[in-house]
């Protein structure tokens, strides 16, 4: 088990720019990859970026390339997804989730933070 939690979320302008954090219990952080998705209101969850075990090597949707910079802090247990150029559209519910190696499905899931970025 990794229990994961979010935090950061909240009300910004368009514009505007946002840091989440994705904080995990253990001591095998550094042995997953780790990934941030979204799910807007009516709408599936959509990834959003991800981070090999060592944040070598990132992975960003289209949607948010340029704008979202995900990185991590294996000291710290802890993964970030940097939000700037915030717009309405990026609103949703923000999930961080784990996984031991790019062939297997996201294990283990956080509970979401809210983003909300009016115009």
């Known amino acids: 088990q990794v229990p994961l939690v979010e935090s950061g979320g909240g009300l910004v302008q368009a514009g505007g720019s946002l840091r989440l954090s994705c904080a995990a219990s253990?001591?095998?952080?550094?042995?997953?990859?780790m990934g941030w998705f979204r799910q807007a209101p009516g709408k599936g969850r959509e990834f959003v970026a991800a981070?090999?075990?060592?944040?070598?090597?990132?992975y960003d949707a289209d949607s948010v390339k340029g704008r979202f910079t995900i990185s991590r802090d294996n000291a710290k247990n802890t993964v970030y997804l940097q939000m700037n150029s915030l717009k309405p559209e990026d609103t949703a519910v923000y999930y961080c989730?784990?996984?031991?190696?790019?062939?297997?499905?996201?294990?283990?899931w956080g509970q979401g933070t809210q983003v909300t970025v009016s115009s």
């Open positions: 253990g001591r095998t952080f550094n042995r997953y990859v």
């Open positions: 981070i090999t075990w060592s944040g070598r090597s990132t």
């Open positions: 989730a784990a996984r031991t190696d790019f062939s297997r499905p996201y294990e283990y």
